[in-house]
């Protein structure tokens, strides 16, 4: 999984958890739900190599590794009620 987006300054996102984590449901339910581990690696070509640890278990994705903050940010919901 990639992510791209230079109108934000970003040429290419060394990780992409929220790709990851799709393909290997994607994955998964190609298999018939069947379980799945897998590691992805990115970002070697940029100088920023990661290394992302995907599975599914029991109908369910989960994806792991560690990060460096880049930005931080906040915002308000309001009620529709």
Not at 22 to 32: G, I
Not at 46 to 52: C, D, Q, T, V
Not at 59 to 80: D, I, K
């Amino acid at each position: 999984g990639r992510m791209f987006s230079p109108l934000d300054g970003i040429a290419e996102d060394p990780a992409t958890g929220s790709a990851t984590v799709a393909a290997v449901a994607f994955l998964s339910a190609l298999e018939n739900g069947a379980d799945l581990s897998l590691t992805f690696t990115q970002g070697v070509d940029m100088g920023r190599p990661s290394l992302l640890e995907a599975r599914t278990e029991a109908g369910r994705a989960y994806v792991a590794g560690s990060c460096v903050p880049v930005m931080e940010g906040t915002f308000a919901l309001e009620s529709a009620v």
